[in-house]
């Protein structure tokens, strides 16, 4: 077994023994035992008692985080003539039509989010096998695809996070910077547990919210109480 590093077993002799904290306490643990040498992401991961696989069970959302990613997010475009100039005008990085899908068919993507024009789909839907498995295709019910592009390239920008559950019926998010407040990162914390929540299927039975967990990128990670997290 390999031998953990100082900071390693600091962490983890910091976390020892510890579950089910408040979010506030939770927050608080994760700043301290941030080691690394650039500014971690407050990680989140949610148990959902969920299967993916069929599609009433299937939750996808997006939240405004109150208090941003502290990410820069590039934005990438497909519009044309006066959306376009929409586009630009209201902060996204790279706009485009023809030109922007044969840049990203050539293995290009130098993007984080793709926002669309409902009149761009067709040329965007030749994408999908690309977009799609890095979870870039613009989709209606996250906004990604409207004609208020200024609207979704600034929500974009301002700390719009994206979620969606894997096959094994978990949703992972970054929710913020260890540098951020405490009450910054609880607030981030309890809007994302928040949304999640309201985007229950109706397929769900059961428990829906069965584990909150949060973690910094290179920490260990500790429960949240389910009770703390839903707290208004």
């Given at each position: 077994?390999a031998?953990?590093?100082?900071r ?9 023994g510890?579950a ?16 690394a040498?650039?500014?971690?992401t ?10 993916p ?28 003539a006066?959306?376009?100039?929409e586009?630009k ?8 039509a ?27 839907g ?18 990604t ?17 994206q ?23 609880a ?7 928040e ?17 909150v967990s ?7 990670g500790?429960t ?7 707290a208004?």
């Amino acid at each position: 077994m390999a031998k953990l590093g100082k900071r390693t077993a600091a962490a983890r002799a910091a976390f020892e023994g510890k579950a089910n904290l408040s979010v506030e306490d939770a927050v608080k643990l994760i700043k301290s035992a941030a080691a690394a040498k650039f500014d971690e992401t407050l990680e989140i991961a949610m148990n959902l008692g969920v299967d993916p696989r069929h599609a009433d069970q299937m939750v996808r959302g997006v939240v405004q985080l109150p208090n941003g990613t502290g990410k820069t997010v590039r934005v990438a475009v497909f519009a044309r003539a006066a959306k376009a100039d929409e586009a630009k005008a209201a902060g996204a990085d790279i706009v485009g039509a023809e030109d922007l899908m044969e840049t990203i068919q050539s293995g290009k993507i130098e993007f984080d989010r793709c926002i669309a024009t409902p009149d761009m789909m067709p040329l965007v839907g030749r994408l999908g096998k690309i977009l799609g498995p890095r979870n870039l295709m613009p989709n209606p019910k996250v906004g990604t695809v409207t004609m208020d592009v200024a609207t979704a390239v600034k929500a974009a920008k301002g700390g719009e996070v994206q979620f969606k559950v894997e096959k094994a019926g978990v949703i992972h998010g970054g929710i913020g910077k260890v540098s951020f407040t405490e009450a910054a990162l609880a607030q981030n914390v309890r809007a994302f547990v928040e949304a999640v929540s309201k985007a229950k299927p109706a397929g769900a039975k059961g428990t829906y919210l069965k584990k909150v967990s949060l973690s910094s990128t290179m920490g260990p990670g500790v429960t949240v109480d389910l009770s703390s997290a839903t707290a208004n």
